[in-house]
């Protein structure tokens, strides 16, 4: 999140995309409902009418896998009907830079597409400089050539007749929605977008976002109360994890993994991944430090501090990837930490047949799992699978001590309340055990392979870990005194620092402030003596937005921060996300966009397919893409093997969608009754019209066909998932919860074993919300 | 300790069930067996083991589609009908508001199951008594709000002065939902358990006409039979 919960009870208007937050995030409905009563709409967008839908003012049903073409139609609405913030857009991003003079869009295509690699080259996605080597720019926004005037002959074509055709949403209710939202782009209104995984699972996904960020630009609502673009993460420490490294392609603190190919060397690595300006100039402080706090004494200039112990990666490393590794036997051994694959994976039937690749499988759970059990999955053949696995009870969150990370990014500590039970042991008790051990069968080794093991600086003491001197450690430390730094602004690059998570840094210097607990009585919501956010306890990131260029507040009744004159100081309800001293008029001083290297919020930014996202259609789709003879993202590459078929509409023309249920988490709570007797077993959502074309009545079982695989769920049929009217053409849809499988109390099909192994062109997250089925009467 | 009582807000229940389970959980009642029919609400009713419960209820008109969610529980009746027809005086009526069925008492003759406005006590057939919420009398004669109101995510569910509540309920009714209805000001003789709908009773599946005092309501329920359990 820019923002955080608490926070949404500002805003004037919330749209809702991608996310069922009624159901997935109950507890944000506390502050959604507090904007609500002050008459801020709430729009929902998503395929299905849900239980978010019921508490919303406007619901749009869109057809899964067209974001975009609504997104676009955000954008064009908001520029054709003048509702945009032009004082912000000139002064606050890169709108006014002139683009280069070769750049074009020509159907579906930006130039620079290689036909024969499949990849774009880049070169004409860049700014014309002038003399100085900075952007030239029209603070007018007039000149044809700019950002600004490129996004709105871009988003021309994205007509609310367009929308309609192209997601299904009557062009009535798209322009109520459209009309509510952009008002928040007057001086002074906030408008925040919540999002989650309806946004992210899909061969567009981070274009859905981007589309999120280019709209919340224009309108002026990001680094104000109330605004922002706000992912609810999933579980109670999804933002911690990443935060520490869980993504493929990042090291704790979103510092890259180091690549074989592209980072040889420090020295490589470090040119190549330091911009020149922006505050990630800082980057060699926060990576040597790293490094330090990984090798300790042996970390030392001469040897690069130890980069060279560094695991580099080579190829694809995402999830799909790496399945598609264990089922051609190149990837032998895996352990499966907080995790169940074989349900919440994508084409379950090939990837529970790579588990069965395996030698080897370390599964720790609370109970058996899936994953722990794939062996014994319907239509598998024990006898024939040769892995070993181990089941190893995990703890619950009851009986560990530590912090998690919410998605507001506010760090708070947990105690343990009890010891585990019988053999359970925590996450950390495993990982320092697997650690001490493994340090132990190489004691004498005199083979270089094993320095990176038997170098590591590891010592937080014996069993179970001390998580004081881990959480000392995320927090950085002197290494000749071993006394904490204050922030990562103390870190250096000479090996004088280590520290395990720069950006957490600050939150345990005199005192662990993750166990800070007080609340504030009035003010904006901030609480900034509840917790740690980082950076630096900073609330709402890229704050200095929050005020006019010459430093008074866009709203003077939600002040975040202002220019204080007399003081020369910002001062406010938050801590500046910038330097606290640099005065409006000063260098940099109308810079909010600290991480980036000109301080500007990016309307015009490369993702691999483009800097501007445009509509494409999911890779199994029932129509033609309307906004241009391109189908697909034409980035994305699918596996084509016989495991990975893709359906066609003729054959299973019915558009699916998974989810998830308020009622269980993950595929973990079929084991418990009180949970199960709620939701007790696979079902489809399927509307009335369907059910009435198919011969299906309420409680029917049914069978659900994909390219990739069959499932049986019990029918339920309603008013809240109506077809598409698409182009003309009546286009079903279904819901899947993806919730069960074949172990606990209550069993049933898994939705993903329907579900293609196909994935975001630059995150490889798989397209889990939009496939085609066909559904049928009976088991 | 004054009149209290518990106020649903409708308009800002999300029919999460985190109350569902906060109330198994806290009064050690079992999972039930139950399998998926069609609609999200599940256990079907109340029962001795199901003491409370969020019922959904889809309808469309002319605005468009509405799911509507409405926790059931026992209202805690000022006239509670179950205690005046019990005739092993196994039911205790508290100042507080709570209406409790002492397990030690019941006889299992039914009467109580038979004549309640809101069908919600049930016979719990391996026991062979009946079985309601009791308010969590054992928390809030100890300080704690019910455990369905302590878990609530959403801020649908208060317990306190019926009085500061039944304002809270018409300040808010005044100012956001003009067609609003306050439930159980005056039903039963007064409920201690009130409702804040943003329409009319019938919607949610709550019977009308109990306004008149607990006979008089008791007659009617004689008469009547009110479906209570919306689905969908």
Redesign the interface.
């Known amino acids: 999140m820019t923002n955080h919960w608490i926070d949404i009870a500002n805003s004037d208007a919330i749209l809702i995309i991608g996310s069922n937050v009624a159901e997935t995030h109950p507890i944000a409905c506390k502050w959604i409902g507090k904007a609500q009563d002050r008459g801020a709409p709430v729009i929902h967008v998503d395929p299905r009418f849900t239980r978010t839908s019921a508490k919303a003012d406007i619901h749009c049903a869109l057809r899964p896998g067209t974001d975009i073409a609504f997104m676009g139609g955000l954008i064009r609405y908001a520029i054709e009907q003048n509702l945009i913030s032009r004082e912000y857009l000139a002064a606050y991003t890169n709108a006014p830079y002139l683009v280069h003079p070769k750049f074009a869009f020509t159907d579906g295509l930006f130039s620079g597409f290689n036909q024969a690699t499949g990849r774009y080259d880049q070169a004409t996605w860049t700014f014309q400089a002038g003399p100085d080597g900075q952007p030239l720019t029209d603070p007018t926004l007039q000149h044809p050539q700019s950002v600004f005037q490129h996004l709105k002959r871009h988003y021309a074509r994205y007509t609310p007749e367009m929308v309609a055709a192209v997601t299904g949403i009557p062009k009535e209710t798209f322009l109520k929605a459209a009309k509510a939202f952009c008002a928040t782009g007057a001086p002074g209104k906030a408008g925040t977008i919540l999002y989650a995984m309806g946004t992210t699972h899909h061969t567009v996904g981070s274009q859905n976002v981007r589309s999120h960020a280019v709209l919340q630009l224009l309108l002026g609502n990001i680094g104000i109360a109330g605004g922002g673009i706000n992912a609810l993460r999933g579980h109670a420490n999804v933002q911690g994890s990443t935060d520490f490294g869980l993504l493929y392609g990042s090291l704790p603190g979103y510092l890259a993994l180091p690549r074989q190919q592209d980072h040889p060397t420090l020295a490589s690595y470090l040119e190549k991944e330091t911009p020149k300006a922006g505050f990630w100039a800082n980057k060699p402080k926060f990576f040597v430090s790293l490094l330090k706090a990984w090798w300790g004494d042996k970390a030392a200039r001469e040897n690069d501090f130890c980069y060279d112990y560094l695991p580099k990666a080579s190829g694809d490393c995402s999830y799909l990837a790496m399945f598609e590794a264990m089922l051609a036997r190149k990837l032998r051994g895996l352990i499966v930490i907080g995790q169940n694959p074989a349900v919440s994976g994508a084409n379950l039937g090939m990837e529970r047949k790579a588990l069965g690749q395996l030698d080897w499988l370390v599964v720790r759970d609370l109970f058996p799992t899936e994953t722990a059990s794939f062996w014994s999955a319907p239509g598998v053949d024990p006898a024939a699978i040769k892995t070993e696995v181990f089941l190893l009870p995990a703890s619950t969150y009851l009986e560990k001590e530590g912090s998690v990370t919410n998605s507001g990014r506010w760090i708070q500590w947990r105690y343990r309340v009890t010891e585990p039970l019988g053999a359970a042991r925590s996450d950390g008790w495993f990982i320092n055990n697997l650690v001490l051990r493994l340090k132990r069968l190489y004691v004498g080794s005199l083979q270089p392979k094993d320095r990176p093991i038997l170098d590591l600086h590891w010592g937080y003491g014996e069993d179970r870990p001390d998580v004081d001197r881990i959480a000392r450690e995320v927090n950085g430390y002197y290494w000749v005194d071993r006394k904490q730094v204050r922030n990562f602004t103390a870190l250096k690059d000479d090996g004088s620092t280590a520290c395990g998570n720069w950006i957490m840094s600050g939150f345990y210097f005199e005192e662990n402030r993750a166990k800070s607990r007080k609340a504030e009585p009035e003010g904006i919501g901030a609480n900034l003596g509840w917790g740690y956010a980082w950076p630096l306890n900073r609330r709402i990131l890229y704050n200095r937005a929050s005020a006019r260029p010459n430093g008074d507040p866009w709203n003077p009744d939600r002040v975040v921060l202002r220019w204080d004159p007399a003081a020369a100081q910002w001062v406010g309800n938050d801590i500046p996300d910038f330097r606290a001293d640099l005065a409006p008029t000063a260098p940099g001083g109308g810079n909010p966009f600290i991480m980036r290297a000109d301080g500007k919020g990016a309307l015009f930014s490369p993702l691999v397919e483009g800097p501007f996202p445009e509509h494409y259609e999911p890779f199994e789709s029932p129509v033609r893409n309307l906004l241009s003879t391109v189908q697909r993202n034409p980035l994305v590459r699918l596996n084509p093997a016989d495991w990975n078929r893709l359906g066609d509409a003729t054959q299973f023309p019915i558009v699916a969608t998974t989810y998830r249920l308020a009622e269980h988490h993950h595929a973990t709570t079929r084991y418990l009754t009180w949970l199960v007797e709620m939701m007790p077993n696979m079902f489809v959502e399927m509307g009335r019209e369907l059910a009435e074309e198919k011969g299906i009545k309420n409680g029917d079982v049914c069978t659900i066909l994909s390219a990739r695989g069959q499932i049986r769920a019990v029918a339920c049929v309603t008013d809240r998932l109506k077809p598409f009217a698409i182009n003309g053409r009546k286009i079903h849809q279904i819901g899947l919860p993806w919730h069960w499988g074949f172990v606990g109390i209550s069993r049933g099909d898994s939705a993903n074993l329907l579900t293609p192994h196909v994935g975001d062109a630059n995150t490889q997250i798989p397209e889990f919300k939009a496939f085609l089925c066909d559904v049928r009467r009976g088991g | 300790m004054a009149e209290m009582a518990m106020l649903i807000d409708v308009t800002?229940c999300?029919?999460?069930?985190?109350c569902?389970?906060a109330c198994?959980?806290w009064n050690r009642l079992?999972?039930?067996?139950?399998?998926?029919?069609?609609?999200?609400q599940?256990?079907p009713d109340l029962s001795a083991t199901t003491w409370t419960l969020v019922q959904f209820r889809?309808a469309?008109d002319g605005e468009?589609?509405?799911?509507?969610?409405r926790k059931a529980q026992c209202m805690h009746c000022t006239d509670a009908i179950c205690h005046a027809v019990c005739p092993n005086d196994a039911v205790t009526k508290y100042p507080e508001g709570n209406v409790v069925i002492n397990q030690d008492r019941c006889q299992g003759c039914l009467r109580c199951v038979e004549n309640c406005p809101f069908q919600v006590p049930h016979l719990n057939p391996a026991t062979k008594k009946t079985a309601k919420c009791t308010g969590c009398v054992d928390r809030v004669m100890n300080g704690l709000p019910p455990a369905c109101v302590k878990t609530c995510?959403?801020?649908a569910l208060q317990y306190g002065s019926r009085a500061r509540l039944l304002r809270e309920a018409r300040a808010r009714r005044d100012k956001?939902f003009p067609r609003g209805v306050i439930y159980g000001e005056r039903e039963m003789g007064g409920l201690h358990v009130l409702y804040l709908l943003p329409g009319p009773p019938a919607r949610y599946g709550l019977p009308e006409g109990l306004a008149g005092g607990g006979a008089l309501g008791a007659a009617l329920q004689r008469m009547t039979r009110f479906a209570l359990s919306g689905r969908?």
């Open positions: 800002r999300t029919a999460c069930r985190a569902q389970v198994k959980e079992p999972g039930e067996t139950t399998s998926f029919t069609g609609s999200y599940n256990p889809e469309a468009g589609l509405h799911w509507r969610f995510t959403s801020g956001l969908g």
